[in-house]
Structures are given as structure tokens and as C-alpha cells.
């Protein structure tokens, strides 16, 4: 049976609060733990760190994504190195370069790709700006020369990269839906045209927590077209910290960043309950 594996960012974790009190570690993999997500997100260049957070998750908490920021095809070896040792999920590969042209990327990529042919578990793209996918028609255009290409999704940053009309043109519509198609993680975050992340608990942002559960409910059905029987979707809580989260005057988060990963991550199981029954 398919399924769904929620994962918590150990980044948004951090509370980076004015009165300079943070969790350890193991504190924050507890909190994760006890919630019941299934793993986390964190990064995967330090063996050490790595080995440390792998060896502090407990049962039923074992997924690991690991994130890395690599500009070479070199640069990747290592990652997946650490990331087979340490029995890692998948990665989720930014490509910390900017070429101007397609034809740039394709050498990258295709490098990139036949290096994860060497290991057993995805290496996935991530959509995100400053990096190579930065822009969305660019990123379209990668698809056209590569249409296998592996993608993870955080759609937040091409609804406020692209500054997307309100309601949003069927044309950007399609354009989501193409990267959607070649999707197989997910990032969660809402934004609005304007805001790379709002907060999901505030009723005046419901039409963006809804147009974000659009999308993400289309992904999950693209997904389970494409995906195996018995393979694991994972879904990452990834409301980051400030300057992401909005702070206010005293320089802190206006809502509970934890409590409104709990309320999207409920939101998220009921529409993938939905894809389930085909509804």
C-alpha cells in the first residue's frame, strides 16, 4: 500500500527567539518523535552531524532526508557517501549554481543523475530560488530537455518568485501542474504572491492554504500514478524560522510555527485520505 511519511525540518525547529533560549538536538528530535512524524529533514555534508542525528532517531522516526547545497557534479559524491553509511531516505539536491542557459545544466544534471544510478535511494531536485530552478519557465524548460527529471517540491517559492495573479490564471495553473508531474517529495510551506511563507493558522490566509492544498492534493494523485504499490511519499513540515517566518515588532514569530506544522500536516493527511478513495 502506498504511503505518506510526514517529515519535520530540524531548521524550522530553531526558534531563533529573542530571548536566546534553543532546544538541544535531542530535544527537538524527541518533540519530533513524541508528535509521531516518521523522520526529518536536515542536512547531509558532516559525517559526524550526520551520524548524530541519524544515531538519535528512535523507532518510527527513522526517515531521513538529506538536504545538500552542491554546484559540481564532484560535489555530490561525498553526499551520497554519507547518505548510504547513514541509510538517508533520499536527498534533496539543490543545484547552488545559476547558469543562464539550459544547454549550461544539462552536463550538470545529467552528471548528477548518473551518480544517483549508483546508489539505492532517490536524488531529487529541489525547486527553489537562487538555485538553478529558480524560475519556474526555466525550470519548464529543463523538463523539456530532461522529462525524467526527479523533482521535489516546494511550490512556495514559484508562487512568490512568479508574483502569481489573484485568482490565479489557468496558465500558471498548468505550468504547476507540469512540475507536479515530475514530483516525488514535497515541501511544505505556504506562501502568498507576495510572502514566501504565511501563517497557515491565520483565517485571512486561507485562500493560499487552500490554493497550496490544491496543488499538493494534484501531486499526490500525479504521484500515485507514477509510483510503485508499496512506496513512501514524503512530506516535509518545513515552516522555517525568521527572516522566513514573519516577525513582528519585538522580533519574533507572530504565530506558534510548531502548532501550525501540526494543523498543516493534518490538513495534508485529510486530502491525501481524499486520493485514497479518489474523491
Known sequence: MQ???FLQSLWAMERRHTDGFERSLEENIAKIAE????????????????????????KGCTYYEGQCFVSTVDDLKPVLEIAAEFGVGHIDLHADIRPRTVSEC??????????????SFPVLIETHRDR???DLHFTLDLLEAMPDLPLLADLSHY?????????????????????????????????SREQIQVEVSFPHHRQWVDLFLG??????????????????????CELGPKPYAITG?????????????????????DIWRETETGA
Open 132 to 134: 538553478m530552478t529558480t
Open 106 to 119: 544539462i552536463p550538470i544534471l545529467e552528471g548528477w543523475m548518473r551518480l544517483a544510478e549508483e546508489v
Open 35 to 58: 508528535a509521531g512524524f516518521g523522520g526529518v529533514s536536515a542536512h547531509c555534508h558532516d559525517r559526524e552531524k550526520v551520524r548524530r542525528i541519524a544515531g538519535l532517531l528512535p
Open 215 to 236: 496543488w499538493w492534493r494534484l501531486g499526490f494523485r500525479s504521484w500515485r500514478h507514477r509510483a510503485a504499490a508499496d512506496a513512501v511519499l514524503p512530506f516535509v
Open 249 to 269: 515588532a519585538d522580533g519574533n514569530d507572530i504565530s506558534d510555527r510548531w502548532s501550525d506544522a501540526l494543523l498543516m500536516r493534518e490538513m495534508v493527511a
Open 3 to 5: 504511503e505518506l511519511v
Open 159 to 191: 508562487l512568490v518568485g512568479r508574483e502569481f495573479a489573484w485568482p490565479v490564471p489557468e496558465e500558471s495553473h498548468s505550468q504547476i501542474e507540469r512540475i507536479l508531474d515530475n514530483s516525488w517529495a514535497f515541501h511544505g510551506r505556504v506562501a
